[in-house]
């Protein structure tokens, strides 16, 4: 079998995009263009992206951004509301330092946590289709869509691919799958074990796959584990007894949106969500304990 593979590094992590069969390599490289092109619109650690340009003008002035920013954002938005805020797309203060935390192994203050709490609201989003522009209500606010992003890029990635004429691909954008054509074995990883050890694979066909864990990144201080899926609500990282989720459906964007709220909603909550969007899920947790929607259970793992 005839196979094209594309590594590179973009949106924090490292992305694989494979073309099985014939196919013209410009496909690939299409798409990774794509990527990367995205990366540097949404990236709210650059100061010269689009949403570091709404993120400064905070409190003050409209925002003139691309169509892939201005759409991403009220797609972020609209999680956020379904998600009564589990998901909240203005949680950059807090968000950043964690990060920095992260980085040095120390904990940010109380009071830093607080005041970059107080800068969180996704309601403060303000939007004027008109002039495509974006605006945060209040000062210090500051978004930051890596939450969501590699879900939009990955579903951007097929549309490519398949507007190319391709027929069988899977895109790998740092856990966030898409796969065209052809069913595949995915496997998912074991949130006890180092990263790359599955504990079981689900099948994957013209299908999107998200997993998200709080073992991806963390540090320890005083014994106690931090890991990087912050509550916007409290500022802390997620207590939940939930250590690994694996969500599949038809779009990227959404799975990556409610990956990462589900650690922070009620079970009966995430139940309606994954009936409203037709998702499954695979759910670990800390007990070791594995919980899965039923088709995913019955039709998919295996």
Not at 80 to 93: H, L, R, V
Not at 104 to 112: F, I, N, T
Not at 201 to 208: F, G, L, N, R
Not at 240 to 266: C, K, N, Q, V, W
Request: glycine content about 8%; aromatic content about 8%; some cysteine.
């Amino acid at each position: 079998m005839t196979q094209i593979r594309k590594l590179f590094f973009a949106m924090g992590t490292a992305h694989t995009l494979t073309v099985f069969d014939e196919a013209d390599i410009s496909a690939l490289d299409a798409a990774k263009t794509r990527v990367l092109q995205l990366h540097r619109k949404l990236n709210a650690f650059d100061p010269d992206s689009e949403i570091s340009r709404v993120n400064r003008a905070a409190g003050r002035a409209f925002v003139p951004v691309s169509a892939d920013t201005f759409s991403l954002i009220r797609t972020a938005a609209y999680f956020a509301e379904q998600t009564d805020g589990c998901y909240d797309p203005t949680a950059g203060a807090v968000s950043m330092l964690w990060k920095q935390a992260i980085r040095r192994g120390a904990l940010p203050s109380r009071s830093e946590i607080r005041r970059a709490v107080s800068k969180t609201d996704y309601r403060d989003i303000e939007m004027d289709a008109k002039r495509c522009a974006v605006r945060l209500r209040r000062k210090g606010q500051a978004l930051d869509l890596g939450g969501i992003a590699k879900g939009y890029a990955a579903d951007e990635v097929r549309r490519i691919l398949r507007m190319a004429g391709v027929e069988n691909a899977l895109a790998n954008l740092g856990g966030t799958v898409v796969c065209i054509g052809k069913p595949r074995q995915i496997g998912v990883q074991d949130p006890f074990r180092s990263t790359g050890t599955p504990f079981t694979a689900v099948t994957v066909c013209d299908k999107a796959l998200v997993t998200s864990g709080v073992y991806a990144r963390s540090f320890v201080h005083d014994g106690k584990t931090y890991h990087h899926i912050i509550d916007p609500k409290t500022g802390f990282p997620s207590d939940s007894d939930l250590r690994g989720i694996t969500l599949l459906g038809a779009h990227a964007t959404a799975l990556d949106a409610l990956a990462t709220a589900t650690f922070l909603m009620e079970p009966e909550r995430f139940g309606e969500l994954i009936r409203m969007f037709d998702i499954q899920a695979i759910c670990v947790m800390s007990d070791g304990s594995v919980f899965a929607t039923d088709a995913i259970g019955k039709e998919y793992a295996s």
